[in-house]
């Protein structure tokens, strides 16, 4: 298993392009089950989820077309034309609870699927009732039977209304889906409104689909029979954008981060802004400035978009472990989201965590140490400690990692980091 080995204390400088979104492309790769036309999706990133999500797509009989990388980067044109297998097997979905994200479009153009059950994660159980239940509004039948979830819509999905007692990404993206191809009009209310929805939106209406609310808590679909060929840009990956400015805070680096999307991140720029980063934006360039003052404690909440993401929250907690006072961090999307909090403690960090709060009282320094990461952020957050602790880190289970950063060491290095990859 690969790990990272990181020597503490340099100082960086340089540019970084930022990669597609991870959480818009994997949607947006299940949407084109929706159509027996081609879809050509531009800006995807390279990871390993994308690398599942496509190992999931092929298995239920989507062909894939990988286009030279142009100054868009990786294009990939993916055909659900010939679909000859309606199950997401649980070898797969256990290691991608994304996977779940193929049972609304399964549904909507069969009219059946049979989707594993994605089990837990680190970071919680992280259940899929709210999937059932927006699906079930539209006249889904779903069974539980050996772990998986058998859904059936023989006359076709219709119409429905549905209001999610909580926001929740998964499910708002997989109902959207699903109401695309329903027969009659679908009213989603305190639908979640992350940029990544947005995303999806705007391909499932280049597609063809009638969609109203885009970027509100309530969206109206009304239904089509089907849709066409489209091609789409990934949105930028403003955690991915977000975890590198935090990485500027911690280590008083001047990072040019370019093909960013800055009204996406308005929430993590602000919490950043005040533990002392000051940056300036142009378009879809930031460029943060050289640190002159001590990093300053915060109190932030997580919250959906646009509050302060809950995927920022172990990269903002590493920052805070070096804060001139006491942060308050209080976690409200999942139950478990502290697992890096043992792992930088090992760093030398004082944290105490009662319940969903962190209290994060800053340390004169940390030290290098061997740490384990547990989940794709906790990763982060212990590569943030690492580049300013004294001495050397060694990151095992880098694997966590590889499923969200797109070559972050070798970015890294170009910025003057003392990191490397070990096999
Ligand atoms: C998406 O996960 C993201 N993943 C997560 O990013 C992100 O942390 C999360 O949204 C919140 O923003 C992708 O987009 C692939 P939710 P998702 O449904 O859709 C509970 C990363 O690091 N819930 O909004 O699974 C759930 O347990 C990943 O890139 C139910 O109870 O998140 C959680 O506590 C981690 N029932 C809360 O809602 C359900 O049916 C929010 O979950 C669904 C969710």
Redesign the pocket.
């Known amino acids: 298993m690969d790990k990272l080995r990181i020597v503490g204390g340099k100082p960086l400088h340089g540019t970084i392009r930022i990669a597609g979104a ?2 818009a492309a ?1 949607p947006l790769m299940a949407a084109c089950l929706l159509s027996e036309r081609p879809v050509r999706l531009r800006n995807l990133p390279y990871l390993a989820d994308i690398v599942t999500m496509g190992k999931l797509l092929r298995q239920h009989g989507v062909t894939f077309h990988m286009h030279d990388a142009g100054e868009r980067g990786r294009e990939i044109t993916l055909h659900a034309e010939k679909i000859d297998n309606l199950t997401a097997p649980y070898d797969i979905v256990r290691t991608m ?2 996977s779940v994200l193929v049972l609304g479009p399964l549904l909507a153009r069969f009219g059946k699927a049979r989707v594993s059950l994605p089990g837990g994660c680190a ?9 059932l239940k927006a699906l079930e509004a539209m006249g889904a039948e779903i069974d539980v039977k050996e772990g998986y979830l058998d859904a059936k819509a023989p006359q076709g999905l219709k119409g429905g209304d549905f209001t999610f007692p ?6 708002t993206e997989n109902a959207l889906m699903a109401a695309v191809l329903a027969d009659g009009t679908t009213r989603l209310s305190n639908a ?1 409104r ?1 940029p ?1 929805i947005r995303d999806l939106a705007h391909l499932l209406q280049a597609m063809g689909a009638q969609i109203e609310g885009i970027d509100t808590s309530e969206l109206i679909i009304h239904g089509v029979t089907q849709l066409h060929a489209a091609t789409h840009d990934v949105l930028p990956d403003r ?1 991915e954008a977000g975890s590198y400015l935090a990485i500027a805070a911690m280590t008083g680096g001047e990072l040019t981060l370019e093909h960013c999307q800055p009204d996406d991140m308005r929430a993590t720029l602000a919490a950043l802004e005040q533990t002392g980063l000051h940056t300036q934006i142009d378009g879809t360039t930031i460029r943060t400035l050289p640190r002159t003052a001590p990093l300053q404690p915060v109190h932030i909440t997580t919250e ?1 978009h646009p509050g302060f ?3 920022m929250q172990a990269q903002l907690m590493a920052v805070l472990c070096c804060a001139n006072g006491t942060s308050q961090l209080t976690e409200t ?3 478990n989201r502290y697992m890096h909090v043992p792992e930088l403690a090992r760093m030398g960090a004082d944290i105490t965590v009662k319940g969903q709060m962190a209290s994060i009282t800053g340390v004169e320094k940390l030290t290098g140490a061997e740490v384990m990461a547990t989940d ?2 906790a990763s982060l957050s212990l590569v943030i400690a690492a580049l300013v602790a004294e001495g050397e880190t060694i990151i095992n289970r880098v694997y966590h990692l590889d499923r ?1 950063y797109e070559r972050l060491e070798d970015k890294l290095k170009l910025c003057g980091a003392d990191i490397e990859r070990m096999h």
């Open positions: 991870k959480n994997l609870r994304a970071i919680g159980t992280r259940p899929v009732d709210l999937h909580q926001v929740s990404v998964g499910a979640a992350e990544e955690i959906p993401p809950t995927d999307i999942f139950e794709l952020r969200g």
